[in-house]
């Protein structure tokens, strides 16, 4: 027979409310009648109705995470499913279950607040011009981003990618490099933006000029990096070198430049943007800059939870540190040699 608060209650020789109290973690308990109460819950294996607690104590104890359409893509980037893991892991630590929403057919983000279906909201990939993003802030609705976004009040976690842009560049450049190439996305998204910005740095800093015929778009698919990579050798004069924003765009460039007959490093370096984990496992291994994808999941959600709870204001503007992982796609411009 399923066990009720009755029992539970019956059991224990308190009332209902007492029980309701313990199970809602409720201060107005003595130490002596909750442990009385979590043994009687304990030994009959109650569990209480999820619903009906949300209905007293108002609260969903439930994080929606919105992802990006399509999610046959957004799954099957190695970024999202270990930012992912980040979310999961903290989450649970917190007490919050997760509640996964597709971002499409402009998805009305208050409207799960009103419904009460979510305590706060975690959002991924966002377009830098969403709106909906500004609602939620003058609604005081907690929310989190893992990106920024142009809204200058938006609360958010990301990594350091113009920093992180420019020290693969300016490693290229010291290894040698005068003509280096650039593989990216589409400026709807800040940190393609950031990423391009670091770039062009190194090269002003470095007296290098910048050529557009050097630029080619990609989409963060193997697909997408190796069309642009084939393209990029069509030029008159390929580069020595190629920062490549994204790691699935840089694997899909390398692709490309093997079945040119050209050698990696040799003939061209490649550094990617990630360090995704098959960035290990490439033939040669993806020489990138590593962001703290499962640490920006975890971050995230350590944020959100703390703005639920009324104990941080926003904005929150979090940035967390890049590296460089030098491995074998990189290396110093080959010389040529001198005929005798």
Do not use: C, W
Not at 36 to 53: D, Q
Not at 55 to 73: F, H, R, V, Y
Not at 195 to 218: C, I
Not at 291 to 320: C, D, F, H, N, R
Request: hydrophobic share 35%.
């Amino acid at each position: 027979m399923k066990k009720t608060i009755e029992h539970i209650a019956q059991l224990a020789n308190v009332s209902k409310a007492t029980v309701s109290r313990v199970i809602n973690n409720s201060p107005k308990v003595t130490s002596k009648t909750r442990e009385r109460v979590i043994k009687a819950i304990k030994e009959t294996g109650y569990y209480p109705n999820v619903t009906a607690r949300r209905l007293t104590t108002n609260k969903a104890e439930t994080i929606g995470l919105i992802i990006p359409s399509p999610q046959d893509k957004t799954f099957g980037n190695p970024f999202y499913t270990e930012i992912l893991r980040g979310f999961t892991h903290q989450a649970k630590i917190e007490g919050y279950d997760l509640l996964l929403f597709i971002n499409e057919h402009q998805f009305n983000y208050s409207q799960l607040f009103h419904d009460r279906r979510v305590d706060g909201l975690l959002l991924v990939g966002v377009n830098r011009g969403d709106k909906g993003i500004i609602q939620l802030s003058e609604n005081k609705f907690p929310y989190i981003l893992t990106g920024k976004i142009d809204y200058e009040k938006a609360n958010y976690v990301d990594a350091e990618n113009r920093k992180g842009a420019y020290q693969a560049v300016t490693y290229l450049v010291n290894s040698g490099h005068k003509r280096i190439g650039y593989l990216g996305g589409s400026f709807d998204f800040v940190f393609n933006q950031e990423r391009f910005e670091g770039y062009l740095q190194a090269l002003k800093e470095h007296n290098l000029e910048y050529g557009k015929e050097l630029t080619m778009e990609s989409i963060n698919t193997e697909e997408s990096g190796y069309e642009a990579m084939r393209k990029l050798l069509e030029a008159s004069s390929i580069p020595t070198a190629v920062f490549v924003a994204n790691d699935l765009d840089a694997i899909g460039a390398m692709k490309a430049i093997k079945e040119k007959g050209l050698k990696i490093p040799e003939d061209i370096a490649v550094i990617g943007f990630d360090d995704i984990q098959l960035a290990s496992y490439t033939e040669p291994t993806l020489t990138t800059v590593r962001q703290p994808i499962y640490e920006m999941g975890t971050t995230a959600i350590s944020l959100l939870v703390q703005l639920i709870k009324g104990k941080k204001e926003g904005p929150l503007k979090i940035e967390l540190p890049t590296q460089l992982i030098i491995r074998e796609s990189s290396g110093k411009v080959k010389t040529k040699k001198k005929n005798i």
